[in-house]
Antibody
Framework: EVQLVESGGGSRQSGGSLRLSCAAS????????MTWVRQAPGKGLEWVAS????????FYADSVKGRFTISRDNPTNTLFLQMDSLRAGDTGKYFC?????????????WGRGVLVTVSS | SYEVTQPPSVSVSPGQTARITCSGD??????AYWYQQKAGQAPELVIY???ERPSGIPERFSGSSSGTTATLTISGVQAEDEADYHC??????????FGGGTRLTVL
């Protein structure tokens, strides 16, 4: 059974940093791209960043480019999101999700999410 | 930036058919994916590649796409289907985008 467990959330002031982690199990971690998706309170989902299975290719939404860094440690089956220069607009629940598919991929497993609150 | 548009809400009575749309200019060349999110829970994939249903998803969930609009159809809606439904697609360069979500209310 696929399990994704996020941790590292919390409260920060604007300009601060936070590092999220996602512990994965139940699948061959290094063969799947992984993604972070966030959801502001009462709002829809927003794609944040994705990383290839090897970790060599990364992709970011314009809203976080230059401030957030996605990475992974395949030996420990862990996905990370380093969040710097935080803004109030970064407040929300952050989900890690497992990608599947090839050229056209989608998110077939999600974690429960972790809360990030940024105060100005 | 590219956007896909969903209606904020859809309401149906139990046993009726619910249709939730997702519109975007790049839809003719990109697939649509649909996620169900019940209150306080993580999203769950219900439809991928416009019309494919993952194992374990009830047959009453189906998807289609025509032109610039993808549609999630729930036939014979049940009370347990009350949730937010999120459409995911991509722009012409393949960058992912989510719609604003549609709240399905079962009357």
């Amino acid at each position: 059974e696929v399990q994704l467990v996020e941790s590292g959330g919390g409260s920060r002031q604007s300009g601060g940093s936070l590092r999220l982690s996602c512990a994965a199990s139940g699948f061959n971690f290094n063969t799947n791209a992984m993604t972070w998706v966030r959801q502001a309170p009462g709002k829809g989902l927003e794609w944040v960043a994705s990383v290839s299975g090897s970790g060599q290719r990364t992709f970011y939404a314009d809203s976080v480019k230059g401030r957030f860094t996605i990475s992974r440690d395949n030996p420990t089956n862990t996905l990370f999101l380093q969040m710097d220069s935080l803004r109030a607009g970064d407040t929300g629940k952050y989900f890690c999700a497992k990608e599947t598919g090839g050229t056209y991929s989608w998110l077939d497993s999600w974690g429960r999410g972790v809360l990030v609150t940024v105060s100005s | 930036s590219y956007e896909v548009t969903q209606p904020p809400s859809v309401s149906v009575s139990p046993g009726q058919t619910a249709r939730i749309t997702c519109s975007g200019d790049a839809m003719p060349k990109q697939y649509a994916y649909w996620y169900q999110q019940k209150a306080g829970q993580a999203p769950e994939l219900v439809i991928y590649k416009d019309s494919e249903r993952p194992s374990g998803i009830p047959e009453r969930f189906s998807g289609s796409s025509s032109g610039t609009t993808a549609t999630l159809t729930i036939s014979g809606v049940q009370a347990e289907d009350e949730a937010d439904y999120h459409c995911q697609s991509a722009d012409s360069s393949g960058t992912w985008v989510f719609g604003g979500g549609t709240r399905l209310t079962v009357l």
